[in-house]
Nanobody, 120 residues
Framework: QVQLVESGGGLVQAGGSLRLSCAVSGRTFTNYAMGWFRQAPGKEREFVAQISWSGGRINYKESVKGRFTISRDNAKKKGYLQMNSLKPEDTAVYYC?????????????WGQGTQVTVSS
C-alpha cells in the first residue's frame, strides 16, 4: 500500500508561482511512476505531468509545458510540481498519484488533493 499526501497549494496572483509537494509513505517509492493531475470545478480530472521512477522520462500536458516542472527525490520519498507563470485557468484541485506503470490511466494510488487558486 502507498499513501500520498499533497501540500503547497494556496492562493496566488496570475504570474505567480507555487511549489506542490507529494509525500509518499508505505511501500518503496522508487519503483513507482508518479504523476500530477488536476480537477477544476465542473470539469473532469485531467493529466498535468508525470515522471518515471528514475526521472528519465517526463511528460507534460501541452498547456503547462515551459511553465511547470515535475521532479522527484526518491531518497526523501517526495515528488514535486513547480508551477511558474500561473494563470487563472490553472485553478483546480491538484492531485498526485503513483503507479507501477508509466501510464496515467493505470495509477493505483492517489492523494487527497490540494487547492490551487490563481486570481486574475
Amino acid at each position: 500500500q502507498v499513501q500520498l499526501v499533497e501540500s503547497g497549494g494556496g492562493l496566488v496572483q496570475a504570474g505567480g508561482s507555487l511549489r506542490l509537494s507529494c509525500a509518499v509513505s508505505g511501500r518503496t517509492f522508487t519503483n513507482y511512476a508518479m504523476g500530477w493531475f488536476r480537477q477544476a470545478p465542473g470539469k473532469e480530472r485531467e493529466f498535468v505531468a508525470q515522471i518515471s521512477w528514475s526521472g528519465g522520462r517526463i511528460n507534460y500536458k501541452e498547456s503547462v509545458k515551459g511553465r511547470f516542472t515535475i521532479s522527484r527525490d526518491n531518497a526523501k520519498k517526495k515528488g514535486y510540481l513547480q508551477m511558474n507563470s500561473l494563470k487563472p485557468e490553472d485553478t483546480a484541485v491538484y492531485y498526485c498519484a503513483a503507479g507501477m506503470d508509466y501510464e496515467p490511466q493505470t495509477y493505483d494510488y492517489w492523494g487527497q488533493g490540494t487547492q490551487v487558486t490563481v486570481s486574475s
